[in-house]
């Protein structure tokens, strides 16, 4: 018959062996529960400064570490996981954002594969407090990547950065990150101008002046 103390010692180690995998199964919950939206279709346009991204700074962590788990198996309780380079990506709005009341959403997305696609690799944001800069760390495949970050408030405008295409990521120091500025572009057709009525009638205006003023020699010269 086991003691008191054996009994206890094998419960620790049960309950030992079992927190390992209870945090990965919430993990896996975790995951599954809220997964990052999907890609917004374009037209890509902000319509407040809190969704527009007027800065992105990124640069990718080289250094491949290797870090250990336990498992339920005691002869293989360290098990090595490799972890591959790290993408810091830090996003900067016009405003800080969300507003009250609102929920902002932020989507990070990298190009890759053969042919090469457009996928989620995170996502963040909520619903406060309000603040102007969001940062992201995550796991990339190499140290270069090209990438795009998406902002929305609620179900209103998109924007994107860059506007079209991909940001290249190629820094590897946290002192010297690639800085992309993105500027919304100039609407198409010309140069937006504030309306002025006036403005506007000055032609007609002096166009009818002129036929007035025609009109008025011609009689006089008809009378003379």
């Known amino acids: 018959m086991k003691s008191r103390t054996e009994t206890v010692d094998m419960m620790n180690q049960t309950y030992r062996l079992l927190i390992p995998v209870l945090l990965l199964i919430a993990m896996l919950i975790g995951s599954v529960s809220a997964p990052c939206p999907d890609i917004p279709p374009s037209p890509y346009n902000p319509e407040s400064p809190e969704e527009d991204i007027i800065m992105v700074e990124a640069y990718i962590d080289p250094i491949t570490t290797t870090t250990t788990t336990t498992t339920t198996t005691v002869a293989h309780s360290l098990r090595p996981i490799v972890v591959g380079p790290t993408l810091h990506v830090k ?4 405003a800080p954002t969300p507003p009250p009341g609102k929920a902002l959403t932020i989507l990070i997305t990298q190009l890759k594969g053969v042919p090469p696609s457009e996928i989620v690799i995170n996502c963040g944001g909520g619903g406060g407090p309000a603040k102007t800069a969001y940062e992201f760390v ?6 270069s990547t090209n990438i795009a970050v998406y902002a929305w408030l609620d179900a209103t405008g998109t924007d994107r ?6 940001y290249q990521i190629t820094s590897i120091t946290a002192s010297d990150p690639n800085v992309f500025q993105d500027y919304e572009p100039a609407p198409v057709g010309g140069v937006v101008v504030p309306k002025n009525s006036l403005e506007i009638l000055m032609p007609y205006i002096a166009l009818a002046g002129l036929v007035a003023a025609i009109s008025t020699v011609y009689v006089i010269k008809k009378r003379k």
Do not use: R
């Not at 950065?161 to 991909?166: L, Q």
């Open 138 to 143: 995550m796991t990339v495949d190499d140290g």
């Open 161 to 166: 950065a860059p506007n079209t295409d991909f």
């Open 91 to 94: 996003v900067t709005f016009a």
